[in-house]
């Protein structure tokens, strides 16, 4: 029945749709594709674009045309309506609606191996990401919980961080990502001497869940390590009117469309929970209107 009603919407009347996701070779970018395949058969032509990360995502749901959702880390919110002197950044975290709750992605510090704990990187050097990054943004946000206070914040991209660790030039370096990270199974191994650093300060745990990295997770780190998460999560704007409908038609097609997805789709598809409850952020009504049909 789901396919024969996909395949009576004509291309005539197909709707328009943009979608903001990240780094092409990414997993944002991947569940992007997936979507686009799935409701083209509903009639929704979706465009896909990769990005740089999701303040840049945040933003181009804002303000770039042809761009109607975004997928975004869950506390961008909270970093954007922190920078106290930009009213324009308090207006867009006003005015973002949640479209879905997606995955976990898990807080990865890798550093050397004699850093014991989160405090330790007080006065160390530190990559955190490109500047605009989900790892930017959630490395500053912890530092800011923690009052752990780096020597230096080094925003470079994780490759980079990674080589300039393994140089000795930096102590540690974050990425936000669900594990496993291809960057740190394929790129690291025992003889480098590096660790994952445990996050577990109760001043960040307030705001961020508690989970862990189990062991063997990377053939270098033989025990678990207790870290903290992020929710990947798919954001619009408060539109009113065609674009409220349309994108309450596209998350009607998603939710109707969750078992091709963790079946077709990447593999995190199958920790996706469309109903988790995310502490601080509202679903889209138009969203909630087309899911109650």
Known sequence: MFLIWFGAVSAASATELGLITGVENGTYNQFGLDLKKLVKRGGINLSVYPSKGSV?????????????????????????AGVESNPALKAIARNTRMVFP???????????????DFDQLAGKRVAIGREGSGAYLTAR??????AVRPGEMVPIDSSEALAQLKAGRIDAMFYVAGYPVRLLKDDVTAADGLALIPISGKSILESYASVEIPANVYE?????VSTVAVKAVLVSFDF???ECDSVGRFAQQVARGMEWLTKHGHPKWKRVDLDFPLSGWEQYDCVRKYLAR
Request: proline letters at 4%.
């Open 56 to 80: 840049e995502n945040l933003l181009a749901v804002h303000q770039r045309p042809g761009v109607h959702m975004g997928i975004v880390q869950s506390d961008v919110l909270a970093f954007i």
């Open 102 to 116: 997606l995955y976990d992605e898990e807080v990865h510090i890798l550093g050397r191996r004699e850093i014991a």
């Open 141 to 146: 946000l912890l530092f800011k919980l923690s």
């Open 220 to 224: 270098w780190q033989t025990t678990p």
């Open 240 to 242: 009113r009117l065609r």
